[in-house]
Nanobody, 120 residues
């Protein structure tokens, strides 16, 4: 299973970016997909997740500014980031917990990370 993330870049304060992540490979069922981020010198933190039933969860710091959604194929997730701030600067990692088969036990997968830089 691979998670391919894209869409990062450099943007000014107040700007917008849209991140995309596609999961590929042998996938039976996706439990949750989402985004984490890690700023220099800080621990990786949750940004937003979306579960298989559509329920979403956001970090307080991004509520009202970021929106997570899924593509029609359900193996793609997007993160629309609006009103970006310098504090949003980080490497953003796509994440998924999924089942590769009907056997019990879901596994965690991470994408390669895409860099987001917000200039002041």
């Amino acid at each position: 299973v691979q998670l391919q993330a894209s869409g990062g870049g450099l943007v000014q304060t107040g700007g917008s970016l849209r991140l995309s992540c596609a999961a590929s490979g042998s996938i039976f069922s996706i439990v949750v997909m989402g985004w984490y981020r890690q700023a220099p010198g800080k621990q990786r933190e949750l940004v937003a997740t979306i579960r298989g039933d559509g329920r979403t969860n956001y970090a307080d710091s991004v509520k009202g500014r970021f929106t997570i959604s899924r593509g029609n194929a359900k193996n793609t997730v997007y993160l629309q980031m609006n009103s970006l701030k310098p504090g949003d600067t980080a490497v953003y990692y796509c994440y998924s917990e999924l089942y590769r088969s009907v056997m019990p036990g879901a596994d965690d997968y991470w994408g390669q990370g895409t860099e987001v830089t917000v200039s002041s």
